[in-house]
């Protein structure tokens, strides 16, 4: 059994810094890519950040510049640093990770979510 386990959300005012983690933890024999998803209220789950297992990143247009993604292999662990934060990230935001589990079967898994609020 898998799991990923997020923390790090909250309220902060405009202009301010977050930083999410997540860490994956049970059975499991490596990581691929591992990303982060937002779904703001009456939109759809979309892609913020991701990273690869050599540490490639790639990120959506609107916190590029902003958010940082960066991976500790040795924690499993998956990192979120968000800067001048705007209301308009307000979302619950979600990990999701590739894992390659020691029976040897791959598949994504989510973490529950957190929210974060970006408001005056």
């Known amino acids: 059994q898998v799991q990923l386990v997020e923390s790090g959300g909250g309220l902060v005012q405009p202009g301010k810094s977050l930083r999410l983690s997540c860490a994956a933890s049970g059975s499991i024999f490596s990581i691929n890519a591992m990303a982060w998803y937002r779904q703001a209220p009456g939109k759809p789950r979309e892609l913020v950040a991701a990273i690869t297992s050599g540490g490639s990143t790639d990120y959506t247009d609107s916190v590029k510049g902003r958010f940082t993604i960066s991976r500790d292999n040795a924690k499993n662990t998956v990192y979120l640093q968000m800067n001048s934060l705007k209301p308009e990230d307000t979302a619950v935001y979600y990990c999701?990770?590739?894992?390659?589990?020691?029976?040897?079967?791959?598949?994504?898994?989510w973490g529950q979510g957190t929210q974060v609020t970006v408001s005056s």
């Open positions: 999701n990770a590739e894992i390659e589990s020691f029976s040897r079967y791959t598949r994504n898994y």
